[in-house]
């Protein structure tokens, strides 16, 4: 009955537009808009005066550590400056921390590599046992050498099936984009290490390019030769 009540053509209510007198105050609220408007206001109303009430029922014997350690700029409250937070022990504990994770990741993904190497690998080997064929004059000699030259030109995948093609081209492109991300990390975990080495003590200082022996773009330190006891 409902789907039949459904069918019958209705008539379309336009909603009233603004007036042409009131045509400098824009465009007229809809009913909707006014519920979007009194629920903002509303809650903002609330907001203020749960705020009231905390400050009419404050303990002036309050007390708590944020009290001392910010201010208020502006009407705004600034914490302090947290630049010396860490020590410089747990500074060095935190950057071995993130160097072993990045090794970590390192080793991972090599061991993806070799795994994915291992599985192409057998799609990239050409078969290695040799076959020798005699001929009896020119002619048939010429033949043999043109049918061994077509064999060899065929494409190594050319027998499989589709779906197994489009796999092994997914796979090496997965091979490619790991052996990018090694690269990227071990580079980043050289900088790290270079980072944590700087971060310890010693006199140190940055060589110049008249002093490298081997010219490079990578920034180069000479550690002060110590005596140790």
């Known amino acids: 009955m409902s789907s039949f009540k459904n069918a019958i053509p209705r008539r379309a209510h336009k909603e009233r537009a603004q007036p042409q007198a009131r045509k400098k105050f824009g465009l007229l609220e809809k009913h909707k808009d006014y519920v979007v408007r009194a629920t ?7 907001a203020l005066q749960k ?11 309050e007390f708590y550590f944020k009290m001392v350690k910010a201010k208020t700029v502006g009407g705004v409250h600034r914490l302090e400056s947290q630049v010396n937070k860490y ?3 747990e500074l060095m504990l935190m950057k071995t921390q993130d160097i072993g994770y990045i090794l970590q990741k390192v080793q991972s993904e090599k061991k993806k ?3 994915l190497t291992a599985m192409l690998h057998c799609l990239d080997d050409q078969p290695s046992n040799r076959r020798i064929y005699y001929a009896e004059d020119r002619e048939e000699a010429e033949e043999l050498a043109s049918k061994a030259s077509e064999h060899c030109n065929l494409d190594a995948y050319g027998n499989l099936p589709s779906s197994i093609r489009r796999k092994t081209a997914t796979s090496y492109r997965e091979l490619e984009a790991r052996k990018s991300r090694v690269r990227d990390l071990e580079k980043l ?6 980072q944590k080495e700087l971060q310890k003590s010693g ?12 010219p490079t773009t990578k920034p180069v330190y000479k550690w002060r030769q110590e005596r140790k006891r």
């Open 40 to 46: 903002a206001f509303h809650k903002k109303e609330l």
């Open 51 to 61: 705020l009231k009430e905390k400050a009419a029922f404050r303990n002036p014997d």
């Open 87 to 89: 020590t410089q022990d």
């Open 113 to 115: 590599i070799e795994k």
């Open 189 to 194: 975990y050289m900088d790290m290490a270079m």
């Open 203 to 214: 006199r140190k200082r940055k060589l110049r390019e008249d002093e490298l022996v081997n």
